[in-house]
């Protein structure tokens, strides 16, 4: 028997908690091969404009672990700063709090990086996105100049540990505070080669967004843009399966189903342009034209009514809010589910109403 499609009543704002609790449902029940997919549509927004975008700037010896354009969640481990090891053997000399900072020019072909101690007290004006001039104090003691016109990129608080090598040179290493351990690595220490200094650094997203790389001279710069959810139907989910009494009581009976969408107490079956067009919402089914793109010169005007003649779409009526002309493009907005949803289309899947 093949599966159909069907439509849930819920309860607005718990529908993802209802198809959890569906699935985990199913899967005791050992009732998998009656059921299919079961959808809560979403439209997905990417924020680039209302919110600012989460920003991570790191040297180039950092390792990038997502894409660009890779969308994650909130928690995801998105960059990572490398072990620092002992070069050779030695006694750690010195440990003092350190800041850096990272001044660009405007153009962004050249960079310095400045390493001041924070007993020298950094200027109150020295914050990421600052202009800069030559000559102007870094410090309050006025012991650190900068030495190019441009804008401070970001700054960052670290711990400079000085070790001794036995052949009175030193090594010289900068850690982030909380990748190292004080009872440990201490002054007065002695380290053979190849000694751990300092741990991994793991910077993790703080949002659910999309990811954007960008590599300029000496750094890496991450930007993650806020991707925000809506429901498009709030209050339904959407189920494939074969309808009997079991399947009809495992879905009724897990907590805040409402009911099923229904016609005189009988589960209404999708039509199989509706299953097209949702299944192509989700992202889950691409289709293929019935015939081959036609170039169609025909005017069409903003908020003209008219008929899309091909695609999962097809029958339906909807008004044009957006026209592309390079792209052979509109966007229309139709009714599905007795909710307005844009579509995009080819000039070539859409006619006017006579």
Known sequence: MRKKWYIIQTYSGLENSIKEALEAKINSFGVQHL?????VPEEVKLDRGSSPAERHIVFNNAKILVNPNQDVKKGDPIIEDPEIHAKSDGIIKEIKNYRIIFIETIDRKFTKTYYVPESAKVETGIRPG??????????????NFCELDGRIVFTEKMKRIVVERDNGDEDVYMVYPKTYEPKVIRKGTR?????????????????????EISEFTGRKELKIYKITKTRLYPGYIFIEMIMNDETWNIVKSTPNVVNFVSVGGQPIELKRKEIHALL?????????????KIRIEVNFELNEMVR???GPFEDFVGKITEIHPERQ????????????????LKLSEIEKIV
Request: charged share 35%.
């Open 35 to 39: 059921f299919g997919k079961i959808l």
């Open 130 to 143: 600052a202009r800069i001039r030559q000559g102007m104090p870094l410090t309050k003691h006025g012991e």
């Open 191 to 211: 380290l053979k080669r190849g000694d751990l200094i300092s741990e991994k650094r793991t910077i993790f997203s703080k949002i659910d967004g999309r990811v």
């Open 280 to 292: 192509k919402l989700v992202g889950l089914e691409e289709y293929e034209e019935k015939a081959p």
């Open 308 to 310: 899309i003649n091909s």
């Open 329 to 344: 493009e509109v966007k229309v907005v139709v009714s599905i589910f007795g909710r307005e949803t844009p579509v995009v």
